[in-house]
């Protein structure tokens, strides 16, 4: 039944019942003499009955009147072909009670979150294509020059497969941070017990080469406990330390404590704000640093460390490098 008609039948019986309740006892009063006097109560019910639903109907319609407006604001919005850009609530005819107009807020909020996460995506696939057209495009070129792989000798053609591995890499990196991104929106993380040192050490490992080629010391120090989801910690902590690869003048080190997992550089430091710099996909370029793969990578770190209810915080002072820490829950605050 419609809230309408609802509240109707509820303002109608509120005006007809205390009405019939005085009318009943003289109705079936044992000392009427009069017949015609019963009938002219009945007639009297029945004219009270049609006013109160009447009564009951326009009120109703008063109270409800507002939310009618905004019903039919919704209707316009689903039916009138425009772009979610383009959208928005008409305005009121008249003033709102205080409840319709918080609704109707709340529904313009809506409409504006939309909108952004619309331009949001919008920015991303533009930025995406962008960032891996280049690297792909490069990886051609590469491949077009290794189709004379006799004449450009056995140095020339190391140099372009090296090209060839690092602008396929840089693709990968882009695509597997989109995909990072795309599952934090969409899933819970599954949490598990963690030993930092342990995933410290392995990143050691994993990144000693590639260390060594640059002429930089990759140092770990510390080690503590956390809950977490292994795979997007990795990920996390990888696009901190490639970053600081990239930077560092001579030393990368990672460290580890209860809850929290940092990347130190000794490079030039974060060229704006880390809340700037971790938005995905900015258009802009940040004093070198690509948008795409530097700007995915600290908001996917970001958004790693916020599924973990912790944050992402840069703690070295101005000029200083950089100093990226992780945090994330403590295995001593977990819950039994």
Known sequence: MPLKRQLAWVIGL???????????????SPEEPFGSR????????????????LAGYGLASALLRSVDELTRSLRYLRGSGRTLPELSLPTP???????IAQLREG?????????????AREATYAALTHDLKTPLLAALRSLEYLEEA???GPVKRKELLRTLRDELYRSYL?????????????????????GLRALLEDFRLRYAQQAVQRGLRLEIEGAGQARGERLLLERALANLVENALR??????????????????????????????????????RLRGVRAGSAGLGLYVARRVAEAHG???????????????????EPESAAKP
């Open 174 to 194: 882009l695509v597997e941070n989109l995909l990072v991104a795309s599952r934090l929106e969409t899933r819970r993380i599954q949490p598990e017990a963690l």
């Open 310 to 328: 912790g944050r992402l915080e840069n703690l070295a002072a101005p000029g200083q490098g950089s100093r990226l820490r992780i945090w994330i």
């Open 150 to 152: 006799d004449r450009i």
């Open 247 to 284: 930077h560092a003048r001579s030393r990368v080190v990672l460290r580890a404590g209860e809850g929290w997992l940092e990347v130190e550089d000794d490079g030039p430091g974060l060229p704006d704000s880390l809340e700037v710099l971790s938005q995905p996909f900015r258009s802009q």
């Open 107 to 119: 529904f313009e909020e809506l409409l504006a979150y939309l909108r952004e996460l619309l331009e």
């Open 38 to 53: 019963r009938v002219f109560l009945v007639f009297w019910l029945l004219v009270l009955a049609g006013l109160a639903a």
């Open 14 to 28: 509120l005006a007809f019942v205390p009405n019939l309740v005085v009318v009943l006892p003289f109705l079936f």
């Open 93 to 99: 005819k008249e003033p709102l009670p205080a409840e």
